[in-house]
Each structure stands twice: as structure tokens, then as C-alpha cells.
């Protein structure tokens, strides 16, 4: 998946891998119950840089079997991406937790339980990560189409949308905790509602009913995007809980309604779908062959 921008390429793209995924770290160990990054900074610094250096090293590795693919539509390569995708996704978990294992080994403060955990701390780490990139490539103005900044604002209103939630639905409970854990909390569960997870060509013509079919659609997707985050919440420190389907329903509608601009803006965007899963996948590993 295209997204416009200028990557960076060689040692800056494996550096901007390494801060991001870092960041991705650092927020899935202070929200993710049972992956413990703690001990002294110092040793704390040591296990986050440690695990990233080992993710970072399967992305690459990972983006040298992608690049092995042909870049064309034909059945073959379209199988190979179809066959690839599941094995880089399975890759993420099983890579933190043999990085979690090796930094617990060395006598670093590390710790990762149950599988549970292990795969909703990757995908933390993997989203967070991706935010990282968009902010990254906004700030160095590499983002040609705007499509990064589209990304960092789905995830900042993803955020915003279930802060909103948890205020004014009194169904939808964020469980109680120190206010900088809620908020990491809402980040990390944010970096999940906000992708688009596929793309969908809206009949009609004009804003307004464009808007109007957009936000139907966001509203369903966003049903299910909720019973998702709120089941991968279980394994969180606080757990985000909406109570029955009228407030998953009300939520979801919150939800579209303040995400509503960054879809309006997508449609006339050169990239449509925005981004979504499969491009998540593409920052990490190098650019999907077009079958996908």
C-alpha cells in the first residue's frame, strides 16, 4: 500500500524502526497486564532498546522476504502475499516473546505471560509503532499526500472519540487508575479502533451524501472495531467495558461522527482507503506486492 510518502531507506529507515517500535514498547508495558518492562530506568532503557533491536531485526528480516515477491498481479505472487501476511502477523508476537525471554535471560527486567497477552501486546506494539512513522514522516515532510497526517488524525480522534465515549455513555466504563495509565490506555486501544481495516467505494455524488453514506458505513465498522477493543481491553491493565448493545451502538456512532473529517478528507485523497491493517503491515516489512 502506497501512502505517498518518501520512506526512508537504509540505516534512517532501521533507526526510525527502532524509535518507533521502542514507543510502541514502552506504552504496551505500562497497559498490557503481564508484559513487564520495570526495574531501575537504566535497566528499564536496556530491555525496551533490546526487544526493539530484536523486532526491528525480523522486520528486516521479514521486508527481505517480501522483496523476493514480484511486484505484479499474477496468481502466483498473489498467493505468495496471501500466504505471507498471516506468517509476518504470527511473526510480531512470536518475535516479543523470544525478545521478552532473551531480555529475561540477560537478567534484564522483562516479563511476558500467557499468549493472550503476548499477541494484544504486539499488535499495541505494531499500531503505536505505525503512528510513530506518520508523526515522523509529517514532521520531516515526507508525506507527499497528506496520507500520514490523515493517519496520525484518525489515531488522535480514535482517542479523542473513546475519551467521549467514557464521559458521556453510562454504559462505557474505563476502569480506574492513575489518569497517565487511563490515557496511554485510550492511546494504545485508539491505535486499533482508528485503522481502516479495508476499502469501500460509497455510491453517490456530492459532500453531503457522501458523508452521509460514509458515516453509516464508519458506524458498522465501528460496532465491530469496539467489540474488538474492548475484548483485546481484557488483557489490559484497565479495561474499557460497554454494557449491552445500546451502548456499543451509541459508542460506535460517537465514534464516526468525531473520525467523520479525516474520512471526509480521504475520499478525494489520492490514496481512498487511507490507512488501514494491510498498510500497517507494509511500514513494517516493506511494500506488499499489489495482489493485496
Known sequence: MSNGSRP?????????????????????AAVVAGFDLGGPPANRGAAVLGAAG?????HAAGGALVRRFPPDRSCA???????????????????????????????????????????VAAVVVMLVGVTVRQLWSVLADHDGDGAALRGVARHLLAVAGLALVVAVLDGAVLANGPGWRQLLTLVALGAVLGPKFSRLSLPGRGVRLRSAAGL??????????????????????????????????AAALLVAVVML????????????????????????????????
Open 54 to 58: 530484536l523486532l526491528v531485526a525480523v
Open 77 to 119: 505472487s498473489c498467493l505468495g502475499a496471501l500466504l505471507l501476511v498471516p506468517v509476518l502477523l504470527a511473526a510480531e508476537p512470536a518475535a516479543l516473546w523470544l525478545a521478552v525471554r532473551l531480555a529475561g535471560g540477560l537478567g534484564l527486567p522483562a516479563g511476558l505471560s500467557g499468549p493472550g497477552a503476548t499477541v
Open 261 to 292: 473529517p479525516t474520512s471526509v478528507a480521504g475520499r478525494w485523497a489520492a490514496d481512498p482507503g487511507g490507512p488501514s491493517l494491510p498498510g500497517a503491515v507494509a511500514e513494517l516489512y516493506g511494500r506488499l506486492p499489489p495482489a493485496l
Open 8 to 28: 526512508a531507506t537504509g540505516p534512517a529507515a532501521q533507526l526510525l524502526d527502532l524509535v518507533a517500535t521502542a514507543v510502541g514498547l514502552t506504552v504496551a
Open 216 to 249: 453509516a458505513v464508519a458506524t458498522a465498522g465501528n460496532l465491530l472495531k469496539l467489540w474488538l477493543v474492548t475484548w483485546l481491553s481484557t488483557w489490559m491493565e484497565l479495561p474499557l467495558s460497554l454494557a449491552g448493545f445500546a451502548a456499543f451502538a
